[in-house]
Every structure is written in C-alpha cells, then in structure tokens.
C-alpha cells in the first residue's frame, strides 16, 4: 500500500467534478491492495475478515470514526467474523481520490 494515500486528507467534493476513469482507478487501485473495482467501475470494495462478531463490530466503529474525522462515508455491512466495507464519492456517483485515501486508511485500520 503506497504510504502517499495514508498522509492525505480528503478534500470536500460538492459535485460538478467528473469521476475517475477506469484508467485513473485503476492506477489509484495500484495503491490499495486487496480492493477491487465495483458497481461497473463506480465503486471500490473489499471484505475484511475476524475471528469473531466483536472484532468484526470494533473494525466497523473504528471505519466509523474515521469517517466522521475524514467527513467521508462508507457502506458497510458486517456479521459474524466479516465486514466488507465500499467507498464512492456519492456527488459524483463515482470514484474520486478521496475514496482511495479512506480504502488506504480502512486497510491500516484492519492492522495490515
């Protein structure tokens, strides 16, 4: 995972700013291991798995207070030993730098 996406910071995105193209996503995909393109291209997503529903659930809070400092936000589902996490930059319906920051970010969280 390339450390330049831990040390950024995501910048507001109030629309009007096109998506990434399956070529730029890809390049920033590079930099996040373990995530794949989704919902054709508009999408990142990734699974995470835990030896139980508690570490499942603290993973899912710690994303949550990350996302609240970022002002980002992720969908998440989660059960007994999994959550799989999806980042979209939903003003733009699509992938913007600032969801492959968080996806960097989500992985260091996970201990990678």
Same mark, same amino acid.
């Given at each position: +995972? ?5 040390? *950024?910071? =995501?910048?507001? =995105?109030?629309?009007?700013? /096109? ?7 890809? %390049?920033?995909?590079?930099?996040? /291991? ?8 508009? #999408? ?6 835990? *030896? ?9 809070? *710690? ?8 002002? &980002? &936000? ?11 996490? #999806?980042?979209?930059?939903? *003003? ?9 920051? +968080?996806?960097?970010?989500?992985? %260091?969280? #996970?201990?990678?």
């Amino acid at each position: +995972m390339s450390d330049d996406l831990l040390f *950024k910071t =995501c910048t507001p =995105c109030r629309g009007g700013v /096109p998506p990434l193209t399956a070529v730029e996503a890809e %390049k920033f995909l590079d930099q996040a /291991p373990g995530w794949a393109l989704a919902d054709t291209g508009r #999408s990142i997503e990734r699974t995470f798995n835990f *030896k139980n529903f508690k570490e499942a659930l603290d993973f899912v809070a *710690k994303i949550g207070n990350l996302a609240e400092i970022e002002g &980002h &936000h992720p969908d998440i589902s989660f059960g007994w030993g999994w959550a799989k996490v #999806s980042w979209q930059t939903k *003003k733009i319906k699509g992938l913007h730098e600032n969801d492959f920051i +968080m996806a960097a970010k989500t992985s %260091k969280l #996970s201990g990678e």
